[in-house]
Nanobody, 115 residues
């Protein structure tokens, strides 16, 4: 069972930045896919960003140009740099990993964008 632990959430003003990290208990390069999802109160969980094992990234239209996902192999983490944050970015952010026949989720970290 792969364990994913998110960190870096918090309260930030509109226009500010936060950096989320997801530490994995197994080598992140063994995952076919790693991603970030978010869930706001009363809404469905939605895709935010992802990276494949080959390093290809993908982003939701709502965060393109503002969020950047990266991998740090030395720390075995995936990160999400979030800039120009908006109140509508407020949500619990979840790290997700997938490989053949298995999917894993972290516990989530709260991001609140408010003045």
């Amino acid at each position: 069972q792969v364990q994913l632990v998110e960190s870096g959430g918090g309260l930030v003003q509109p226009g500010g930045s936060l950096r989320l990290s997801c530490a994995a208990s197994e080598n992140i390069l063994s995952m076919n896919f790693m991603g970030w999802y978010r869930q706001a109160p009363g809404k469905e969980r939605e895709f935010v960003a992802s990276v494949t094992s080959s390093g290809t990234t993908n982003y939701a239209d709502s965060v393109k140009g503002r969020f950047t996902m990266s991998r740090d192999m030395s720390k075995n983490t995936v990160n999400l740099q979030m800039n120009s944050l908006k109140p509508e970015d407020t949500a619990v952010y979840y790290c997700h990993a997938a490989r053949v026949a298995a999917r894993y989720w972290g516990q989530g970290t709260q991001v609140t964008v408010s003045s």
